[in-house]
């Protein structure tokens, strides 16, 4: 079945560490691919989007993800975290082209001083 | 310009009792979308619209439906509510092959 796994449901990180988050898909094409981050109580707000192109992309609040075919993965970096970071992050695919986004369970970041 | 908006916040209905969820978008987005989210299963499209007078149906779908009689609103609508809708539900706008915008969310329980 298509899916999308992210294997981390916590993560704590000392502020001013790096952090990673994991996302794996199981489709048989690329898919498009995003980065979500949901602070408590509020919606979603889009960190980075993949189409096409350089396989590393930049997005807000210093993240970046990096898409690698061959591991099916789409993995969040940011090298050096705030504590303002503590929120949950969802990683999604649109395997259709009409934005019909299917979204892993979530990683939820706690960040200690 | 406010994005998108939910009406309302919060409900508490009774097993059985009927309710609309409305979305409205000052984007001007073609594409809307409705979501839920429960805890430890991330977000699940229930119903999409690709533009007015059209709608769709997502990955879990049973038990609502929704129309778009305007560009700018998505209502979704629980018949017969049950305890297993509870659950904060999302909408969400785009233009086509673009970010999609989401509103601040609905959460809703059922008794």
């Known amino acids: 079945a298509q899916s999308v796994t992210q294997p981390d449901i916590h993560i704590t990180v000392s502020e001013g560490a790096s952090l990673e988050l994991r996302c794996n898909y199981s489709?048989?094409?690329?898919?498009?691919l995003f980065w979500y981050v949901q602070s408590p109580g509020q919606g979603l707000q889009l960190l980075l989007k993949?189409?096409?192109?350089?396989?590393l992309v930049q997005g807000i609040k210093g993240f970046e993800a990096e898409f690698k075919r061959s591991q099916s993965s789409f993995n969040l970096r940011k090298p050096s975290v705030h504590w303002s970071d503590a929120a949950e992050y969802f990683c999604?695919?649109?395997?259709?082209?009409?934005?019909?986004?299917?979204f892993g369970t979530g990683t939820r970041l706690l960040v200690s001083p | 310009n406010a994005g998108v908006t939910q009406t309302p916040k919060f409900r508490v209905l009774k097993t059985g009792q009927s309710m609309t969820l409305l979305c409205a978008q000052d984007?001007?987005?073609?594409?809307m979308y409705w979501y839920r989210q429960d805890p430890g299963m991330g977000l699940r499209l229930i119903h999409y619209?690709?533009?007015?007078?059209?709608?769709a149906k997502g990955e879990v779908p049973d038990g609502y439906n929704v129309s778009r009689l305007k560009k700018q609103n998505f209502l979704l609508g629980l018949e017969s509510a049950a305890p297993s809708q509870t659950s904060v539900y999302f909408c969400?706008?785009?233009?086509?092959?673009?970010?999609?915008?989401f509103g601040p969310g609905t959460r809703l329980t059922v008794l």
């Open positions: 969400a706008s785009s233009y086509p092959w673009n970010e999609q915008f």
């Open positions: 984007m001007n987005h073609e594409y």
């Open positions: 489709y048989g094409a690329t898919p498009y």
């Open positions: 993949y189409f096409s192109g350089d396989t």
């Open positions: 999604a695919v649109d395997v259709t082209g009409f934005q019909k986004l299917v």
């Open positions: 619209s690709v533009g007015e007078g059209t709608t």
